[in-house]
């Protein structure tokens, strides 16, 4: 069973992608966190935005790997735990920008068809694009939103718990960026799959809307099983 769930920033993609994952003992792979390593990545070599070929060539060379149970991967940058690191504001943002060169793009998607494909028993991916261009034949299909405001607060919040120095208007600011990103990039925008079920979080806990996700999941099985071929 192959799992995609996209949306924009703050839509609770990663924690619900994980409570599933784990519900249904599949591999949960956060493909915003492989973004996150590259963007890292280019920070760290102190390459500007503009060179699109070194961001490629530093893409293709990183050995990015996701360990560990859904509620506590880790993610491995050439050997290195940067699970924290890719978390700042400042890394999420260069995420957003390296996700924009289509090579980058074309290198991930790659991998990530590969490690969904190889696990035995399926897995639920989050993103961008996963519905629509890394596993556009997915059994199931999510597309998570919420209205900006409501998905700034989460993020403002999650930041507070964290300790990371941040303030609800930076971070609205950065997730209207993010949007303008994800949506107008060229190369694999974020749209909503024809047959993605789309589910608006900005008034729900995540508890409502993972109770809907499952009851999704288990009617689409209940059709697979009376309706084999």
């Not at 519900?23 to 699109?52: C, I, P, S």
């Not at 107008?184 to 789309?198: G, M, N, Y």
């Not at 995540?206 to 499952?214: C, G, I, K, N």
């Amino acid at each position: 069973m192959i799992i995609a769930i996209d949306g924009p920033s703050g839509a609770g993609k990663s924690t619900l992608g994980k409570m599933l994952a784990k519900e249904k003992n599949l591999l949960y792979l956060d493909t915003g966190a492989m973004y996150r390593a590259v963007g890292l990545a280019v920070l760290q070599a102190g390459v500007e935005f503009e060179d699109k070929a070194k961001i490629a060539e530093i893409a293709e060379n990183s050995e990015i790997k996701l360990v560990g149970e859904p509620e506590s991967l880790q993610v491995f940058l050439n050997g290195i735990d940067v699970s924290e690191a890719i978390r700042t504001n400042e890394v999420g943002q260069a995420a957003s920008i390296v996700s924009g060169v289509s090579e980058v793009r074309r290198i991930l998607v790659e991998h990530q068809r590969a490690l969904g494909a190889d696990s035995p028993t399926g897995a639920v991916l989050d993103g961008r694009d996963i519905g629509s261009v890394v596993f556009p034949t997915a059994d199931i299909k999510f597309f998570l939103t919420a209205k900006p405001e409501a998905r700034a607060r989460r993020r403002y919040e999650e930041d507070l718990e964290k300790g990371r120095a941040t303030s609800y208007e930076q971070t609205f600011a950065e997730i209207k960026e993010r949007d303008e990103r994800d949506v107008s990039r060229e190369d694999s925008p974020l749209i909503i799959a024809d047959d993605a079920v789309v589910i608006d979080t900005s008034e729900l806990d995540l508890r409502e809307v993972f109770a809907q996700m499952m009851q999704i999941i288990e009617e689409k099985a209940v059709k697979a099983t009376s309706n084999p071929n």
